[in-house]
Nanobody, 114 residues
């Protein structure tokens, strides 16, 4: 499975960005897709995750501001980020999994200026 994320950039606090991630390769029966992020000096953390045909989970810090969506027809996952804060600055990674096997894409940098 290959994942290619895009859409990061520099934005002022209060602004919006939309991240996109294209999945390709053997994506049959993937269990879900999601986004993680890693800020400098911090561990990678879950931002949002959507299980195929199931529940959606958001980190408390982004609830009400971020929305994850999946376009299964085109094997895409999106992360709409609104009301961005400086603490949202991080490298954002697209993620998918099948059973116990996980797959990561290269990250895309999001920088929110105050």
């Amino acid at each position: 499975v290959q994942l290619q994320a895009s859409g990061g950039g520099l934005v002022q606090a209060g602004g919006s960005l939309r991240l996109s991630c294209a999945a390709s390769g053997n994506i049959f029966s993937i269990s879900g897709m999601g986004w993680y992020r890693q800020a400098p000096g911090k561990e990678r953390e879950l931002v949002a995750r959507k299980i195929s045909g199931g529940t959606t989970t958001y980190a408390d810090s982004v609830k009400g501001r971020f929305t994850i969506s999946i376009d299964t027809a085109n094997n895409m996952v999106y992360l709409q980020m609104n009301s961005l804060k400086p603490e949202d600055t991080a490298v954002y990674y697209c993620y998918t999994w099948r059973g116990v096997d996980g797959y990561w894409g290269r990250g895309t940098q999001v920088t929110v200026s105050s």
